[in-house]
Structures are given as C-alpha cells and as structure tokens.
C-alpha cells in the first residue's frame, strides 16, 4: 500500500493531473517506485490509488493464471 510520507517535494506540478500546486503538497511513496509521487489534492491522490490497485490486481491475477496443472 503507499505510504503517506512528509517530504519537501520539489516539484510544482501534481503527478497525476499535471497543475500546478498551491497549497501543501501530498506526497506518497510506494515499493514500487524509486520517487515519491506528489499530488494537489486528496481528489487526485483518490484517483491515483484507484488506478493503482487496478494495477496491482492485475498483477496478482496474472500471477495466479499461470500456475501449472
């Protein structure tokens, strides 16, 4: 699961929807990538995360179809 983190991100745009950031950033990191990724607002961090796990099941799924007989 990511992993809320207080980090002073240098960036000034959001991740994920690309505007620019006006207040305090949020910051998260997960196992899966080496920087954190920073978001505007809890909107977008919700939709990131929703995308995410659909990734992540994906994953585990494919994972479980090529088990051998």
Do not use: H
């Not at 960036?11 to 994920?16: A, E, G, L, P, Q």
């Not at 939709?47 to 994953?59: A, D, G, P, S, V």
């Amino acid at each position: 699961m990511p992993l809320s983190i207080d980090y002073e991100a240098k960036s000034i745009k959001c991740d994920w929807c690309k505007n620019v950031i006006k207040g305090k950033p949020l910051t998260v990191k997960t196992c899966c990538n080496n920087k954190p990724w920073v978001f505007c607002s809890e909107r977008c961090y919700r939709q990131w995360m929703t995308e995410w796990l659909k990734r992540q099941e994906q994953i585990k799924g494919g994972r479980k179809a090529t088990k051998l007989l």
